[in-house]
């Protein structure tokens, strides 16, 4: 069966520093895959996807992901995170039927 | 840039009651879904709809759910006799086509609260 895996539940970084939020996919064929960021309160914003093609994609909000088939991994990263980037981060996969699994999230807090 | 809109926001019912959630996908989308958060938990998948009858359903979306387009616009979520474990964000989705470059846009969600 289909899964995502998010393995850290919560993650505090400085304003300033380098993200990087880690995605374990399991999935049998090529997978779509994608991010989602929630601010409290707000509904699913895309960040980024992937199809195929260039296994490093960028996204809004400066985002970018690393799609590594060899170890059914996603992760986002951004080089230098801003207090706005607070929110918790969905990665999901589409089951090419359209349906999309998520994994438990990673919040993100961001300290001054 | 058009968007997925839901109403009401909130909706706070007293259990045993029905309840109907209400989305308008992106107008030219033909694919459609109802997904849920309860909360502290991950966003699951309830149910997808394509050309007016149900393509998926999981385990949650038993008898006491259904879903209807009752004209061009709306996409509706019905639960017909609410429990408290029924408390939960529903997020309505929608995709223009099931090719490979299209993500779902979501809307901002309904948090249903039973009381």
């Known amino acids: 069966a289909q899964s995502v895996t998010q393995p850290d539940i919560h993650i505090t970084v400085s304003e300033g520093a380098s993200l990087e939020l880690r995605c374990n996919y399991s999935y049998g064929a090529t997978p779509y895959l994608f991010w989602y960021v929630q601010s409290p309160g707000q509904g699913l914003q895309l960040l980024l996807k992937y199809f195929s093609g260039d296994t490093l994609v960028q996204g809004i909000k400066g985002f970018e992901a690393e799609f590594k088939r060899s170890q059914s991994s996603f992760n986002l990263r951004k080089p230098s995170v801003h207090w706005s980037d607070a929110a918790e981060y969905f990665c999901a996969v589409d089951n090419q039927g359209g349906k999309l699994i998520f994994g438990q999230g990673t919040e993100l807090s961001v300290k001054p | 840039e058009p968007e997925v809109t839901q109403t009401p926001s909130h909706q706070v019912t007293q259990m045993g009651q029905e309840v109907i959630l209400r989305c308008v996908p992106i107008?030219?989308?033909?694919?459609f879904y109802w997904y849920r958060q309860i909360l502290g938990q991950k966003v699951e998948f309830l149910v997808s709809f394509y050309n007016n009858e149900i393509s998926e359903k999981s385990e949650i979306f038993d008898d006491q759910f259904s879903v209807e387009r009752p004209d061009g616009s709306n996409f509706t979520l019905k639960i017909r006799s609410t429990k408290l474990e029924d408390s939960a964000m529903y997020f309505c989705a929608s995709k223009r086509d099931l090719s490979s470059n299209q993500p779902q846009h979501f809307g901002d969600g309904t948090r249903l609260s039973i009381l």
């Open positions: 107008s030219n989308h033909l694919y």
